[in-house]
């Protein structure tokens, strides 16, 4: 077997992994049509492709309705200002996840309040919420994180008992299911990303869905600034809102995108299948553990690690190793949100401030999960042909065949020994 990569040996993968996004003639045309059709912009609210796209994506999702806006982070903001949630109300989230979802939160006046998560999710931990809650607490936004569902059956339940907004960060999950039910279907409000990495992505955008028609009519309302002149806005109350429209460029990629994506799923769901099965011979890595109530897609595959099985080589350095391999893949993908560097502790910005510095480290799980264990593919990995798969294996085989070299390029080499 050849040396690591990371110790001068030659990578297992050179060549270029599946491109992402996917695009062809439906994406080209749409483009153009929009070119030449002369509306380029998301006036009047919603536009024509807006308003197709806006159609397609609920029906795909199963909802009443679908706002599309400006992105994921907005989207989340959009979704609290729809369910008037009130100035400086606390809103339960994970502290496992992007700094987006604080942030969304952040934006609609609120107070992010960061809980623990479920060791085989790394979702939402529903016990930790409920000992989260205080009379200021208003709405919980569950995360659905890379391939797996939140407990929406439990969540569902606190969050009725206590007459709270429960919306969905459905960033990582478009198309991902519960109990045979889309995310964003299943709480109050679902709120999308449709960022370069999502799996729906026009380069940019999000989408807010919900089956309430008044918070449909409040949403294209603050999407627009707050203007209630068309019928549907008509008896919506005065909202501050803000330009959050998405363009006719987006939304015409979006309309074509949306038609790859259940092909997409199910070529990814058969590499994914695929790779787990050659992965169970590779002790000290695993499959993430899928609840049996959920059907995951996958924005991202996120494997367990067990240093222990790597004689203690830290999950940082096999991640570095797994990189000069060739493998796109990452450990810090998310760490705490308190602890990102993206979310500030900046008093006169940042309402989540004195918590965060009363409540250091009170993420156990979610510190596991970022610090120690968590290996996140991406999903474009899944999606070529199956020697992508093979060499996924292969690096992950080497890795393991290797172990004790990584573990001897930790430590200063005793004098003789046989990995100087
Ligand atoms: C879980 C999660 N929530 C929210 C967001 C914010 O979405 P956007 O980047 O479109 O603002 C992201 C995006 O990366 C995300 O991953």
């Given at each position: 077997m050849d040396e690591l990569a990371i110790l001068g040996g030659p990578p297992v993968r050179t060549t270029p992994w599946a491109r992402w996004p996917e695009f062809g003639e439906p994406e080209r045309e749409a483009l153009l049509r929009v070119l030449e059709g002369g509306e380029w912009g998301g006036f009047p609210s919603p536009n024509t492709h807006a308003r197709t796209f806006n159609r397609a994506f609920a029906d795909y999702i199963g909802t009443h309705s679908a706002t599309a806006c400006a992105n994921g982070t907005f989207a989340i903001t959009l979704a609290l200002q729809a369910a008037r949630i009130s100035r400086g109300a606390e809103v339960i989230t994970t502290?496992?996840?992007?700094v987006g979802t604080a942030g969304g939160i952040v934006a609609a006046g609120a107070q992010p309040v960061f809980v623990d998560v479920l060791p085989d999710s790394y979702c939402l931990d529903p016990r930790a919420v409920e000992a989260a809650f205080s009379p200021r607490t208003e709405a919980v936004v569950a995360v659905h994180l890379a391939s797996a569902m939140a407990d929406m059956d439990r969540l569902q339940e606190i969050c009725a008992a206590r007459g709270l907004a429960l919306v969905e960060d459905c960033a990582h999950a478009h198309g991902m299911r519960w109990r045979g039910r889309c995310?964003?279907?299943?709480?109050?409000l679902g709120c999308f990303s449709m960022q370069s990495?999502?799996?729906?992505?026009?380069g940019e955008g999000g989408a807010v869905t919900t089956d309430s028609d008044i918070f449909a009519a409040r949403l294209e309302a603050l999407v627009n600034c707050g203007r209630r002149d068309t019928p549907s806005t008509a008896?919506?109350?005065p909202l501050l809102g803000h330009n959050l429209r998405i363009t006719e460029w987006q939304a015409a990629v979006l309309c074509a995108q949306l038609e790859r994506l259940p092909e997409q799923h199910e070529r990814r769901r058969r590499a994914v299948e695929r790779f787990a099965q050659g992965l169970a011979?590779?002790?000290g890595i695993s499959m993430p553990p899928v609840d049996p109530r959920s059907t995951p897609t996958y924005y991202q595959l996120v494997l367990r690690y067990d240093a222990a099985a790597f004689e203690g080589v830290p999950r940082d350095r096999f991640v570095e190793a797994l990189e000069a391999e060739g493998v796109p893949c990452s450990g810090r993908f998310y760490v705490p949100i308190h602890d990102d560097?993206?979310?500030?502790?900046d008093p006169r910005t940042n309402p989540a401030y004195e918590r965060q510095r009363e409540t250091p480290n009170r993420y156990p799980i979610a510190a596991h999960a970022a610090y120690e264990e968590a290996i996140w593919l991406p999903h474009h990995l899944f999606l070529g042909p199956s020697e992508d798969v093979d060499s996924l294996l292969a690096a992950f085989r080497k890795l393991r065949g290797r172990s004790q070299h990584l573990k001897a390029s930790l430590d200063p080499a005793p004098p003789g020994s046989a990995f100087a």
């Open positions: 502290a496992y996840s992007f995310a964003g279907s299943l709480g109050d990495s999502k799996l729906l992505t026009a008896g919506v109350e011979e590779i002790p560097p993206l979310f500030a502790a």
